[in-house]
């Protein structure tokens, strides 16, 4: 999820800080990364060079879209201050109540989400 008018990744928030802070935390204008067509932005350099290191750890999970949207086989973009980090990945839901289903069932919403996430993947930007 990439904001078309500002090139943002997750409306500029630091994805490490979910792992380091436990919580969504802007990033600094100068402290930024670009990878595939995104501007991540960062709180500070060590935060930087842990998602440059390991980018597939820190980005959300599904492109930042809803999991339980996308277990159900649609795209929906989550928010990301509506979020979960499970087994060690970041999640984003669109709203509460998605959350609440994925934290209900975590295992089950994910087995049925990366299942269905190719096919997914593929109708979003259409």
Known sequence: ???????????????V???TDGRPQFGRPGIELTRERAVWRF???????????????????FGGYDAVAIARGTSVPGHPFVWTVTGGRLYLFYDEAA???FLADPASVLAEAEKRWPDVARTIGR
């Open 1 to 15: 999820m990439v904001d078309p008018a500002t090139g943002l990744a997750i409306s500029g928030l630091d994805p």
């Open 17 to 19: 800080a979910y792992f």
């Open 43 to 61: 709180r500070n350099e060590g935060n930087r060079a842990a998602f440059a290191d390991h980018p597939e750890v820190y980005r959300p999970r």
């Open 99 to 101: 959350r609440a289903a």
